[in-house]
């Protein structure tokens, strides 16, 4: 079973700006509250990493694979987190009109060992998605 935590929120820029937000890694500083120290490269199996900080859980290191991207609508990065444990990290852009858009970013977990996960932070997890959220429509929205 696939379990899905996203925070969806509406930007007032166009999708152009806010996927060089998400494609300028070394730039995740200064927007996101959660991913830090970002290096890598996007490219179909490229590897990303970064730091996570999550109020409420232990600080991580974290080594993702690019599993798909799209540029101007989506990053999906990978993570095997353990036997029966599986997460995508994803950022998602869905331009409705030109400079009117919908940005999502969340987590699906998978594996049995992803359900208890889900099932224990979950509302860490959705805090931690509306607050990357709200970071990246001031940032983009400032231009």
């Not at 869905?94 to 208890?116: M, W």
């Amino acid at each position: 079973m696939n379990l899905r935590i996203q925070s969806r929120i509406g930007v007032q820029a166009p999708s152009a700006r806010i996927w060089s937000l998400i494609e300028d890694l070394s730039g995740w500083d200064r927007w996101n509250p959660i991913e830090t120290g970002v290096s890598g490269t996007i490219a179909f199996g490229g590897q990303i990493a970064l730091t996570e900080r999550v109020e409420g859980l232990p600080e991580r290191q974290i080594q993702y694979r690019v599993a798909e991207w799209q540029p101007l609508t989506q990053l999906v990065l990978a993570e095997k987190r353990g036997w029966q444990f599986n997460a995508l990290r994803f950022y998602e852009i869905d331009e409705l009109e030109p400079g009117n858009c919908i940005v999502a970013n969340g987590l699906i977990l998978s594996g049995f060992r992803g359900e208890g996960f889900h099932d224990k932070n979950r509302r860490v997890i959705r805090n931690a998605c509306d607050r990357v959220s709200e970071a990246i429509k001031r940032v983009a929205e400032a231009g």
